[in-house]
Structure formats: structure tokens, C-alpha cells
């Protein structure tokens, strides 16, 4: 089963590079954070939200619910963090 096992490398390779990027959106969420804090702005913003959720979901050719409910969590997890002093 050495094709398995090749695949199974790439799979871990993109892996890594989805965190990656996760840790990179991360770190602007934290930026836009301190932006809103400096001028008042609400950290929350459900319009934003509901157009990057219309966005990503548009986008893509896998299951609008599964990417919908994806970035839901990344989205929380990244309020959290822009919250975050």
C-alpha cells in the first residue's frame, strides 16, 4: 500500500499548510481587534459575518452546510481572539 501511504503524506502536507493559513487569518483577526478597540468600533459585526459565510460558501464545490458550519467556528474563534486584549 505505498500509494496509501504517498497520499497520506500530501494529506499531511496540506494539513499543515491549513494551519498555517488558519494561524495567518488568526493573527489579522488579533489586528482588526486592536483596530476596533482604538477607534470603538464593536467587535461583532453580523453583517460581515453573514457576508464572508455567503462568500466562502458560494465558492466552493463541497457542501454549503459543512463549509458554512467550518467558517462558523473559525469565525467564533477568531471573535475570541479579536476580543482578546
Do not use: Q, W
Not at 23 to 47: N, W
Not at 68 to 76: D, K, P, Q, T, V
Amino acid at each position: 500500500m505505498p500509494e496509501v501511504k504517498e497520499l497520506r503524506k500530501r494529506i499531511d502536507k496540506i494539513d499543515r499548510e491549513i494551519v498555517r493559513l488558519l494561524e495567518k487569518r488568526i493573527g489579522i483577526a488579533k489586528e482588526i481587534g486592536r483596530l476596533k478597540r482604538d477607534t470603538g468600533a464593536e467587535i461583532f459585526d453580523p453583517e460581515r459575518e453573514r457576508e464572508v459565510l455567503e462568500n466562502i460558501s458560494d465558492s466552493t464545490k463541497i457542501n454549503r452546510e459543512f463549509v458554512r458550519n467550518l467558517f462558523g467556528s473559525i469565525i467564533e474563534y477568531c471573535k475570541n481572539e479579536e476580543e482578546k486584549r
